[in-house]
């Protein structure tokens, strides 16, 4: 190391006192260069801050406040909703678009024009106007008759058929629309669907009257995309009891059928969402109380705000939390008229009136949008179709609810259970639960008793 040093140190002596001399005034106009950027930076700032502190005294921090520069939301209820659906879009626990493809198009995808204005509440226009991030297409075909199909439910209705049908118009649809939909079997995938700014689409089935009173049927549904089945509809069914529509009616099973117990065990071990939507009081306090996943409830609102035996009474809805002998679960309220209020009298405020009923009993974690559109003749006002969702949002923002809560009603809540369904499914695989082959025990068309069985 010293014999590199020094030809540095024994060199000519007056050449080491030029060289000494040449570094002092560098490093001198080194440290003015450097406090000359350092005075033009501050100065810079303290006039920036001045223009800006001119701004405000001019306009006012509402401006700001009213931009979301602050991190708030708007003031402005509408300013409000628009800001938190950009945020955080809705997700609607039940579409029936598949219909309207079916007796309006007799399902001819190719036909069917989504790009303009539809005939109903659904169209890609007012969706993205609405701010929509991701629906449940309802893959529903309607009860059979009784006498159609029997009392024990076992004559051929082409229930099943016509579900493939709807299931195959709604892929269909969203095959068409690549750049606006995109299919969606998971949690996971509807986050990366609203991230990609796309719409998560996810099918559910309608009832389980279209599962031909089969378990194995409910798996090849989930194998085909199915992601919840609604446990009836306006009619019972082999497996459970329906509510009925406006009036309750008589029970068959009084609650769920042996074969229905069945079911939910075998839609939790698959993780498909078990729907309570349309059934009876007892049908969904069975359920609470056997499915070891959480629950769901589609389309439908509070009996308390409007007694009809379609919405969910006070005692069932607080049976959902997270309490003690509690099951999670959401409620993903109904747009339909005949659920919200007297004949004449709805409107978004009355709906709202449901979500907020519906979060004093069970909190607002456990509440969400199902609005039923392209399943319902006639609308809220206010709620005319997908692209009036804000309107809702607005109307809750006025009544105190925060962007955390808001945010909650319009698809985190819903995101949660769905999740929740999953890690249930997954952990009852990993202990190794066994699928569930129980057989309809009115059937026909298979032996009576089990190979082996005492004759």
Known sequence: MSGEAEPLIHGNSSEQRNYAHDDAEHEAAQQQSRALRVRTIV?????????????????????????????????????????????????????????????????????????????????????????????????????????????????????????????????????????????????????????????????????????????????????????????????????????????????????????????VEEMNRIGMLVDLSHTSDMTATQVIMHSKAPVMWSHSSARAVHNVARNVPDEVLRMIGTGEGQKDGIVMVNFSPAFVAPEGEADVERVADHVEHIARVVSKKHVGIGSDFDGIMDTPKGLEDVSKYPNLVAELFRRGW?????????????????????????????????????????REDMPSRRVGEAL
């Not at 007796?103 to 790009?115: D, E, K, Q």
């Not at 369904?421 to 309809?440: F, I, M, T």
């Open 43 to 263: 100065w810079s700032l303290l006039g920036l801050l001045f223009i800006v502190g001119i701004v405000i005294g001019l306009v006012g921090p509402d401006y700001y406040a009213d931009h979301g520069w602050s991190g708030a939301l708007p003031k402005d209820p509408d300013l409000a909703a628009r800001r938190l659906l950009d945020m955080a879009p809705v997700i609607d626990g039940h579409i029936d678009l598949p219909m309207v493809a079916r007796y309006g198009w007799r399902n001819n995808v190719s036909a069917i024009p989504l790009h303009d204005k539809m005939p109903m509440h659904v169209d890609i226009p007012r969706l993205r106007e609405g701010r929509v991030g991701g629906f449940f297409w309802s893959t529903y075909v309607p009860c059979a008759g009784s006498s159609a199909e029997g009392k024990k439910f076992l004559n051929a209705t082409w229930r099943v058929r016509d579900t493939m049908e709807q299931i195959d118009v709604a892929k269909g649809l969203i095959m068409k629309y690549p750049e606006t939909f995109q299919y969606a079997v998971s949690s996971a995938d509807v986050k990366d669907s609203i991230f990609q700014r796309k719409i998560a689409s996810l099918l559910g089935v309608e009832g389980a009257h279209q599962l031909g009173n089969s378990i194995a049927v409910l798996r090849q549904y989930y194998d085909l995309g199915v992601r919840y089945v609604t446990l009836t509809h306006v009619c019972h069914n082999a497996f459970a009891d329906s509510c009925g529509y406006i009036d309750m009616i008589s029970p068959l099973h009084h609650g769920l059928s042996p074969l229905g117990f069945k079911l």
């Open 402 to 442: 925060n962007k955390y809560e808001l945010a909650g009603l319009t698809g985190g809540n819903f995101l949660r259970i769905f999740a929740a369904v999953e890690d249930v499914a997954h952990k009852l695989q990993s202990e190794g639960a066994l699928p569930v082959y129980d057989v309809y025990e009115e």
